[in-house]
């Protein structure tokens, strides 16, 4: 089953906006991680999150974390057509030797 | 550093045969995992080795198997092929733990006909 649900599961958007994309899980985490995958691809690495922070930047890229509600957020600013792809959040579980996917967001930005 | 590689990228296999798709992860990297992802199940984990050995497995049936070499490189074998194993095999990499940042490599889209 998958630990991490993402929400949206399907986002449009107009090129230069900012995309958000949330991710909720269920168990104690260790770190959650975010990744970006084009149209049946690979998944690229996008930013990880230890449980003992807040906020991370990247780029253009903001993830929040919120251990006390068991959430996060993937905020994508000034977006551009390249960001066109599915989003994916995961969780590394205390203890566990796996990490855990939600089913992903899919964004597209429109030109 | 070389990418994550796999081969093949595409295979198209039927019904009761077996496959063995390989994996060669980045340079120095001694973890290596495996997942199914198909549309309606998501990215599944399959198992996970290091130093040859498999430290984690997913929940899926003895058909599904891997190996560790003891240069990294990965294979796994799924024999007897059903439908359902129809889905994009991915391998990833990471220094020494599955919590890491995982490298992914392109993928194995497998057709079960």
């Known amino acids: 089953s998958q630990q991490g649900e993402e929400d949206p599961q399907a986002l449009s958007i107009q090129e230069g906006e900012n995309a958000t994309m949330n991710c909720s899980y269920k168990t104690s985490i260790n770190n959650l991680q975010w990744y970006r995958q084009n149209s049946g691809r690979g998944l690229v690495h996008l930013i990880l999150i230890r449980s003992n922070e807040r906020e991370k930047h990247s780029g253009r890229l903001r993830v929040t974390l919120d251990t006390s509600k068991k959430s996060s957020s993937l905020l994508i600013t000034a977006s551009r057509a390249a960001d066109t792809a599915s989003y994916f959040c995961?969780?590394?579980?205390?203890?566990?030797?796996?990490?855990?996917f939600g089913q992903g967001t899919r964004l597209t930005i429109n030109p | 550093k070389a990418g994550v590689t796999q081969t093949p990228r595409y295979l198209i296999k039927t019904r009761g045969q077996q496959v063995t798709l390989s994996c060669s992860p980045i340079s120095g990297h001694r973890s290596v995992s495996w997942y199914q992802q198909t549309p309606g199940q998501g990215l599944q984990f399959l198992f996970e080795y290091f130093s040859e050995t498999q430290r984690n497995k997913g929940n899926f049936p003895g058909r599904f198997s891997g190996r560790q070499f003891s240069n990294s490189r990965s294979e796994m074998n799924v024999s007897t092929l059903e439908l359902g194993d129809s889905a994009l095999y991915l391998c990833?990499?990471?220094?020494?733990?599955?919590?890491?940042?995982?490298?992914f490599g392109p993928g194995t889209r497998l057709l079960v006909l």
């Open positions: 995961a969780t590394a579980r205390q203890g566990a030797q796996k990490l855990v």
């Open positions: 990833a990499s990471s220094v020494n733990r599955v919590g890491e940042t995982q490298y």
